[in-house]
């Protein structure tokens, strides 16, 4: 029997997304979700095979390799579990790889330490990533693990954009330099809006936009990634769910010496108690819009924070590409949020991109232009689609 799956695995820093995923014809065979990892008692798994029946439950998962054995569990019971013949690899969103890993890479005991290596970069993610590999590992040693990384799609920043002008000497000493991430999502996305536009990728110059719970902002000439907000963690950047994005440096020197906070007590706040929650309480977009409607006054400016930021990335991108023909949004919020496209782009018309009210806020799902005919520059909604671009770039690898 050939072997023509790919499980792809998505772990976040307290869920695990995955994937079953026939490669003959790209379609799904499998969806699911482990959420609230590490949470006392209060895990949820959520699996659906592909045209049957979508099975829940509550489960208790303290870690990610119990949230992977559960997985395991609910695939084995459709007879597609982790030592099915049928399965080709697993391939594994990593979210830093630093400068060592441009491409797919098949995981050994080399490359499980270098991923290690890197946690202190992204320590809400890279530790999630690795256990999701070991365990996937341990369930069955034969099957090929390839790891793809956000990072990857961003290697061919220019220097330029990519150094931070401190002391080049403690910089170079200590990897510091903007990485980015959500790469998978802003590769994927961008090509697809060239394919929407009836164009060859080389051809376009796009700003691709991914607001989901972390989100960042890519600057992509043709096909390549010249620029993108997040830096040498997923901080920086966009006002996102519980990241402040962007904040004047000095604001973690000020905590630590008038406020008294510790190192890690900023860390948590900026990552954890920040974006639209540090601002409104709500780090969820839809309750946000919500409350504003209401009238809430903190979630009004909530938004506008994340708008206001989200406009001003866009700007500084046309300045950075010179040319763009597209605006994309993607994620959750960006293929769901109409009104955070709205306020996205409004006032930027003398620089090209216009929405057109009735395209952005119709029932459609897929890949879609929401700009009237006449705009110079597009703006498209492309729902991302990480876990098979993950699953394709595996598949490759294990065939190469
Ligand atoms: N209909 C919607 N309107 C506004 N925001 C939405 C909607 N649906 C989902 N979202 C937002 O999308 C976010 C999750 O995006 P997603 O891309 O799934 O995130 P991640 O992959 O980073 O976990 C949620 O926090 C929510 O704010
Ligand atoms: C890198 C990153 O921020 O990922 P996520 O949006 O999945 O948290
Ligand atoms: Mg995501």
Do not use: W
Request: hydrophobic share 45%.
């Amino acid at each position: 029997m050939k072997a023509t799956q790919v499980l792809v695995l998505n772990s976040g820093s307290s869920s695990l997304k995955y994937q079953l995923l026939e490669m003959a014809d790209g379609s799904r065979l499998a969806s699911g979700l482990v959420e609230r990892i590490g949470e006392q008692g209060t895990g949820r798994l959520v699996h659906t095979p592909a045209g049957g029946e979508r099975r829940e439950r509550a489960l208790s998962v303290p870690d990610h390799a119990a949230a992977l054995r559960a997985a395991g569990e609910e695939l084995a019971a459709d007879g597609t579990g982790l030592d099915s013949p049928r399965l080709a690899a697993v391939g594994h969103r990593v979210v830093h790889g630093g400068r060592s890993f441009t491409e797919p890479t098949l995981v050994d005991d080399r490359v499980l330490a270098e991923i290690e290596r890197l946690v202190p970069l992204a320590p809400l993610h890279n530790p999630a990533n690795l256990a999701g590999i070991r365990t996937a590992r341990a369930l069955n040693p034969e099957l090929p693990q390839v790891a793809v990384f956000d990072t990857a799609f961003h290697t061919t920043i220019p220097d330029h954009a990519a150094c931070y002008a401190i002391d080049a000497d403690v910089a170079a000493a200590h990897r510091v330099r903007r990485y980015g991430f959500h790469g998978t999502s802003h590769a994927f996305v961008s090509r697809a809006t060239a394919a929407l536009l009836d164009r060859r990728p080389e051809e376009v110059n796009v700003i691709t936009l991914h607001l989901g719970n972390g989100a960042s902002a890519a600057a992509v000439a043709g096909g390549r990634c010249v620029d993108t907000s997040m830096g040498l963690t997923p901080l920086e950047g966009l006002v996102m769910g519980t990241r402040s994005g962007d904040v004047d440096p000095a604001v973690v020197f000020h905590l630590h010496r008038v406020a008294g906070m510790s190192v890690d007590e900023i860390d948590e706040l900026l990552n954890s108690r920040s974006g639209l929650r540090g601002l409104c309480g709500d780090n969820d977009m839809r309750e946000v819009v919500r409350r504003m409607d209401e009238g809430d006054g903190r979630a009004r400016l909530a938004f506008d924070v994340y708008a206001h930021r989200l406009r001003s990335y866009i700007g500084a991108y046309f300045a950075v590409l010179g040319r763009v023909d597209a605006v994309t949004f993607t994620a959750g919020v960006g293929e769901n949020a109409s009104r955070v496209r709205t306020a996205a782009v409004a006032g930027l018309d003398a620089l090209g991109p216009v929405v057109d009210e009735r395209l952005n806020t119709a029932a459609d799902r897929g890949p879609r232009l929401i700009s009237p005919e006449y705009a110079r520059v597009a703006v498209a909604v492309v729902p991302t689609d990480e876990e098979l671009e993950i699953a394709t770039q595996a598949f490759a690898l294990v065939n190469a």
